[in-house]
């Protein structure tokens, strides 16, 4: 039987949800990066004759990254269902930034041709095969720590800790806006943040490597093998591919309402930079506020009536929102719609975490935790800025990018209802039977 290293110290439960939830904090950083600086990444490897075409292959490689998820998500999800979250953990961080630092390195297609787009499509690849496993690994990290009767408090920190890398993101993004031309932007000056990601990896290694091991897993005395864990997930695959519809409408929601939002705000709206990066602020620090608001929700009234009301909400106000902003649009109207797609975002997300890790097997719980999440993210969330793109462009409508939404609601909304009621047949069967 092997054993975890035991700590030295038993550090606080709010230093421990500080040291996990950093690695979320590069990640997401990361991705809001490659979105918000669609327009100048698209201009310095992906040139082309027109710019609709150049934001396309540039929102295609954004989405690449996301079909490397589940395959990080089975192999490294089970290598930490198998080694120890701390351990895999912190082995999903150095990939993750080996695929930053090969994206800030990069020169553009006018110095090396070819090879520009294909090692940015590289690092990519690199950082969505960690993040496979990243968020899942973290949220049962979160989950099995969590003090009894606040699991969704608790693991709600996994997704408030992207908000402030959001609102970092959006802050740095507005000074250099701010500090720099749009020329000088263009050229280098899109590069700044990017570097800014990989000097602050270090400390983000030093604070993993000091995460204790949850008491949860160290009590665990057989862990399943890598074949273990696939015939595991091949026989609960009806519960992951319902976990992946539930995730679809949070991680649509999500990149519709932060990556999205600043291309939506300047190329379709036609705002100005400095108030889609404002509006793309604020809305991190709403998402912040809502998501432990929502984890203590279901905490206190179940999973399920947040869950079920939420999406429905999204399915039904999605459409009239995006309508009335693209008729009127402005700054504050803006604001108005995403606030209001935060806060359905928020709580559905604060309850949908932790339900998450709840219907998962114990003994594959951060392999289909991740799997549910990746697969969601690559087939709806990852795509969400090239689809609604492309949306536009197809229909002419400047609100259609909210079928996509709509649409991902619906499959929640489904979702919920039959796995829920198939959660509750299965309790109440010893008693009919």
Not at 31 to 52: K, R, S
Not at 73 to 92: C, E, H, M
Not at 378 to 399: M, N, Q, R, V, Y
Request: proline share 5%; with cysteine; hydrophobic share 55%.
């Amino acid at each position: 039987m092997r054993t975890s290293q035991p700590p030295a110290k038993n550090p606080s439960k709010a230093g421990r949800v500080f040291r996990v939830t950093s690695g979320n904090f590069l990640e997401q950083f990361d991705f809001f990066l490659f979105g918000f600086y669609a327009t100048q990444i698209a201009g310095a490897f992906f040139p082309a004759g027109d710019e609709f075409a150049s934001l396309m292959m540039t929102f295609a490689v954004f989405g690449a990254g996301f079909l490397m998820r589940p395959l990080g998500a089975v192999i490294l999800g089970a290598y930490i269902d198998d080694v120890g979250r701390r351990k895999g953990l912190i082995v999903t961080l150095a990939i993750m930034a080996s695929g930053t630092l090969l994206i800030v390195l990069v020169p553009g297609y006018s110095s090396i041709g070819l090879w520009a787009p294909a090692l940015v499509l590289a690092g990519r690849l690199l950082q969505g095969f960690s993040a496979g496993a990243e968020m899942g690994g973290v949220s049962v990290y979160l989950a099995e720590m969590a003090t009894p009767g606040r699991k969704g408090f608790f693991a709600s920190w996994q997704s408030a800790s992207q908000q402030v890398a959001i609102v970092f993101a959006a802050a740095l993004g507005y000074g250099l806006n701010f500090w720099l031309s749009p020329a000088e932007l263009s050229q280098w000056g899109w590069r700044i943040p990017f570097a800014v990601g990989c000097l602050i990896i270090p400390c983000i290694f030093l604070l993993r490597r000091s995460l204790q091991e949850t008491e949860e897993f160290s009590r665990r005395e057989h862990r399943p093998t890598m074949k273990a864990v696939f015939a595991t997930l091949y026989a609960n695959a009806s519960i992951v591919i319902l976990g992946m519809l539930m995730v679809a409408m949070t991680t649509t929601a999500f990149y519709m309402i932060t990556v999205y939002a600043p291309t939506f705000g300047k190329s379709v709206l036609q705002l100005s930079t400095s108030d889609a990066l404002i509006v793309t602020l604020l809305v991190g620090v709403s998402n912040f506020i809502w998501l432990p608001i929502g984890g203590a929700l279901s905490d206190r009234m179940g999973r399920k009536p947040l869950l079920a009301v939420m999406s429905l909400l999204t399915l039904l106000t999605a459409y009239p929102a995006l309508a009335f902003l693209a008729q009127a649009p402005s700054f504050a109207h803006m604001l108005e719609v995403l606030l209001w797609f935060s806060c359905l975002y928020g709580l559905y997300n604060g309850a949908m975490i932790p339900a998450l890790t709840e219907i998962m097997p114990v003994e594959v719980r951060v392999a289909g935790f991740s799997l549910a999440y990746s697969l969601a993210t690559a087939i709806f969330g990852g795509f969400t800025p090239a689809l609604s793109t492309w949306l536009i462009h197809a229909t002419g409508d400047k609100a259609a990018p909210a079928y996509w939404m709509m649409f991902a609601a619906l499959c929640a909304f489904a979702a919920t209802l039959v796995l829920y009621r198939r959660i509750a047949a299965r309790a109440h069967a010893p008693a009919t039977a």
